[in-house]
């Protein structure tokens, strides 16, 4: 076992994605973000200076005080105080890990649709293809918020607020991805057809496979790379997606806020001066959705088969 | 009875504005550890017989009539669930690039196991034991290193090798390969064919070779089928076939080999090329390119006439027969 993933260790140091990532100082520099804030969020429970989900650590009188380097500003709260007294500094770091949380399990579930979806219109054709490619057209032409406003309006109003900050986290992640799944479907149903005439796919085939494993164990592995560019992509958008929902108030509750929702909460004090409760998290987010897109670029540069024949 | 025995198999391709007709009428059979070869230029429905055998025509094609029996069963009829069950495990087949058929992103010792897995209960450990023995069999260098390997590491010698290791791998009765050296070089060429044939030998499997080199077939099999296209016109023992050779056609195959020729001179060629399917002549399709050619051969198709232990189906042929009966009836009564 230890041989085995010394071996696969080597081989990843031995792989062009390896020597491209290393001679790539975006990527280097976006990588290494992307890890930290990972990690931040991860270990947000650690790392934030309190809770700012136990309303009794929570003081009304320290609301909206100002960064450090702002005159005025309480050295125990670093980036401020939200208007109901909560730490920024640790807001944002749970803040960071519900969208990220959200971002990944959205493009999980588009990817689990998408590529079972994907690979049976383009492995099967015929009339498979074009029901699901109809359903799938059909799912693009609705945007995802309006869908998601439509759907979170109903389970707000069905469920009660109470009710809707616990299964918020969930619903968010099963409209963004039930609705983003055909753009990963089309990537892979594209790259199917593309495999499929491949001599392999014959010789599996004249072995006696099912086609449950040559569509799984033999034609899957080869379309990987497309699917892991379009899901790096896929993951910033659902971020974006789940807050701009939540800036709509159709997303988060602010007892437990995304990135999205602290921006809304900041929204309304701009005017009364407390800018830095809407623009910390706002640049949080930016720099997140940033440097995720800018590895997706990289990725897709590296997996691109005209560029690289691997 | 043979092993297998294909009978009137038609194989149609259902296209706009009505079916090609790609195999028409082809009727063979293989006893167990035989050694067959098929032979014709491109196009003329090779493959298109070997994928038929083992029922994998894909649409647009399909069998339109005949029975594949492999020990009386028929795999025409067969469903989908048996079929699986003795492809791969009772017919194996290897073909021509062998860049191409090994599943580029697994490693072979993957390969190898899922193609166990797939017939057989069997752990990954006691499927990796067998792998290993069959790559030893098929003499490739230091085969415990392969299995881990991917097909991009090794040689095209070496993945042929491997390609040949796992049409083993199940023991099966039948081999079909199509082509299996023409994307080699020509000096592994020989030594594929020579362990193809060995292990043939070994296991007494059938081996059904498809080839366009009839120096190869007639090196390797014993007996052969001439195809043109999508019916055989001459069958029998290769031997006889290639120093005897009845049809106009094979006999301008053979007259095209480069062995065949003078020194310097320009080698023979069989003038036009083979009919396209949606565009059929009538009667024998051979007859436009045909020296030998009659009204009889552009109105009707001719049988097959036995000729020594060939089968051939030609007018000229069947005439000179019938000339030679009626000239030996003759002489009896004078």
């Not at chain 2, 480069?258 to 009667?283: C, D, H, K, T, Y």
Request: charged fraction near 20%.
């Amino acid at each position: 076992m230890t041989t085995a993933t010394l071996s696969r260790w080597n081989r990843f140091r031995d792989s062009f994605l390896w020597y491209s990532f290393k001679r790539d100082k975006v990527a280097i520099a976006s990588f290494m973000v992307l890890l930290a804030m990972v990690l931040a969020a991860v270990f947000a429970p650690w790392l934030a200076p309190t809770d700012p989900y136990d309303l009794a650590t929570i003081s009304i009188m320290d609301s909206e005080l100002p960064p450090v380097w702002i005159t005025g500003a309480d050295p125990a709260f670093p980036l401020g105080t939200d208007a109901q007294g909560r730490d920024m500094l640790s807001t944002i770091l749970y803040g960071t890990r519900v969208s990220l949380l959200i971002g990944f399990g959205a493009v999980i579930l588009q990817a689990a649709l998408g590529i079972l979806f994907g690979l049976m219109a383009g492995y099967m054709g015929g009339r498979v293809d074009a029901i699901l490619m109809r359903i799938a057209d059909v799912q693009l032409s609705f945007s995802t918020l309006m869908v998601a406003i439509i759907v979170g309006a109903v389970f707000k109003a069905s469920f009660g607020n109470l009710m809707y900050g616990e299964i918020a986290v969930y619903m968010l992640i099963f409209i963004i991805g039930v609705a983003e799944w055909p753009q990963i479907a089309r990537t892979v149903r594209a790259s199917v057809l593309a495999e499929k005439k491949k001599e392999y796919v014959d010789a599996a085939k004249v072995m006696g496979f099912g086609t449950r494993r040559i569509m799984f164990r033999h034609i899957l592995p080869n379309t990987l790379s497309p699917i892991f560019v379009i899901a790096t992509v896929q993951i910033a958008n659902a971020i974006i997606s789940e807050a701009a929902l939540s800036f709509l108030g159709l997303g988060m509750p602010e007892t437990q806020p995304s990135l999205g929702s602290l921006i809304k909460s900041g929204f309304d004090y701009i005017q009364s001066g407390s800018w830095w409760i809407t623009l910390v998290p706002g640049l949080v987010l930016v720099v997140l959705v940033l440097v995720i897109n800018l590895l997706g670029d990289w990725l897709r540069d590296v997996m691109n088969p005209r560029l690289y024949k691997g | 009875m043979a092993l297998l025995e294909v009978k009137d198999l038609d194989v149609r391709f259902a296209v706009r504005g009505g079916d090609l007709k790609a195999l028409r009428g082809i009727s063979f059979s293989l006893d167990r550890g035989e050694r067959l070869g098929l032979v014709g230029e491109s196009g003329a429905g090779k493959s298109v017989a070997a994928f038929s055998i083992l029922n994998l025509i894909a649409r647009p094609g399909y069998i339109a009539g005949g029975e594949i029996l492999l020990e009386g069963k028929n795999l025409a009829a067969m469903s989908e669930r048996e079929l699986r069950k003795i492809r791969g495990n009772r017919i194996a087949m290897i073909f021509q690039d062998p860049m191409m058929t090994l599943n580029p992103v697994l490693s072979i010792g993957t390969q190898m196991v899922e193609a166990l897995k797939a017939h057989r209960r069997i752990s990954t450990r006691a499927a990796r034991e067998i792998a290993l023995t069959k790559l030893r069999k098929v003499q490739l260098p230091s085969p415990e290193k392969r299995l881990d390997q991917y097909p991009h590491e090794l040689s095209g010698g070496m993945r042929q090798r491997v390609i040949i290791a796992i049409a083993l791998l199940l023991e099966p009765e039948i081999i079909i390969a199509d082509e299996p050296t023409t994307a080699l070089d020509v000096t592994i060429q020989a030594e594929i064919m020579a362990l193809l044939l060995e292990l043939c030998e070994q296991d007494n499997v059938a081996l059904m070779l498809i080839s366009h080199d009839l120096g190869v077939v007639s090196q390797v099999t014993q007996r052969m089928l001439v195809m043109y296209s999508g019916r055989i016109i001459e069958q029998g023992p290769t031997r006889e076939i290639i120093n005897d050779a009845q049809h106009p056609y094979t006999q301008g195959l053979i007259k095209a080999l480069p062995q065949m020729g003078e020194p310097g001179a320009r080698l023979f060629q069989i003038p036009g090329s083979m009919p396209s399917l949606n565009n059929v002549p009538s009667g024998c399709p051979f007859h436009p390119r045909c020296e030998f050619a009659t009204d009889q051969c552009r109105q009707a198709m001719p049988g097959y006439v036995r000729s020594g232990n060939v089968d051939v189906a030609c007018y000229e042929v069947s005439n000179l027969i019938e000339q030679e009966r009626l000239i030996r009836i003759q002489e009896q009564d004078s």
